[in-house]
T-cell receptor, first 110, second 118 residues
Framework: QQPVQSPQAVILREGEDAVINCSSS?????VHWYRQKHGEAPVFLMI?????EQKGHEKISASFNEKKQQSSLYLTASQLSYSGTYFC???????????FGQGTELSVKP | GAVVSQHPSWVICKSGTSVKIECRSL??????MFWYRQFPKQSLMLMAT?????????EQGVEKDKFLINHASLTLSTLTVTSAHPEDSSFYIC??????????????FGPGTRLTVT
């Protein structure tokens, strides 16, 4: 079951914040976040496993609400290098495979 | 560490011919590898799960006779697109999980292969 991401696209000015949401209709084992630049392979950002878990790296962080089967990616004080398409990938319990959402295109302007 | 390579990085072939794409885990063994396909401005769609020494598991709607997957060793999986047609033109990406790990861990992606069928 493909997770649903929102918004589909967002345009930011450098320094602004953004939130990207990912939701599933299935119980989730893990949520993976990736960023992809045009023509390149996706780059791993982080994995969340447990309900209530939050992780972060520099100014990008994420949370996982297991009960709601939702995850959110937070980008603070955005930089030009943050531009790209962000994908969440979800693994269902007993699923054994990573299924990607449709993606959120993020553009950061100077 | 944890590098996955793909070969070729791009290929152009004529309609009706077959193309083989290799996915190698360079510094780890991978019992399980995955093949994804991505059309322009779309998501990565899982095509199949490849397990070393056994038949691949294909996702619904993916023709197993058209997309042949062979995972003959713990470091190599191959995808052969048989009788390719222009609609098979796409970006094909493989990923691998180190043996002994599951999807609680990062899976490592190759750089992708861009296939163009003329």
């Amino acid at each position: 079951q493909q997770p649903v991401q929102s918004p589909q696209a967002v345009i930011l000015r450098e320094g602004e914040d953004a939130v990207i949401n990912c939701s599933s209709s299935k119980a989730l084992y893990s949520v993976h976040w990736y960023r992809q630049k045009h023509g390149e392979a996706p780059v791993f950002l982080m994995i969340l496993l447990k309900g209530g878990e939050q992780k972060g790296h520099e100014k990008i962080s994420a949370s996982f609400n297991e009960k709601k089967q939702q995850s959110s990616l937070y980008l603070t004080a955005s930089q030009l290098s943050y531009s790209g398409t962000y994908f969440c990938g979800t693994v269902e319990w007993q699923g054994g495979k990573l299924i990607f959402g449709q993606g959120t295109e993020l553009s950061v302007k100077p | 560490g944890a590098v996955v390579s793909q070969h070729p990085s791009w290929v152009i072939c004529k309609s009706g011919t077959s193309v083989k794409i290799e996915c190698r885990s360079l510094d780890f063994q991978a019992t399980t590898m995955f093949w994804y396909r991505q059309f322009p401005k779309q998501s990565l769609m899982l095509m199949a799960t490849s397990n070393e020494g056994s038949k691949a598991t294909y996702e619904q709607g993916v023709e197993k006779d058209k997309f042949l997957i062979n995972h003959a060793s713990l470091t190599l999986s191959t995808l052969t697109v048989t009788s390719a047609h222009p609609e098979d033109s796409s970006f094909y990406i493989c990923s691998a999980i180190p043996s002994g790990r599951n999807l609680a861990y990062e899976q490592y992606f190759g750089p992708g292969t861009r296939l163009t069928v003329t």
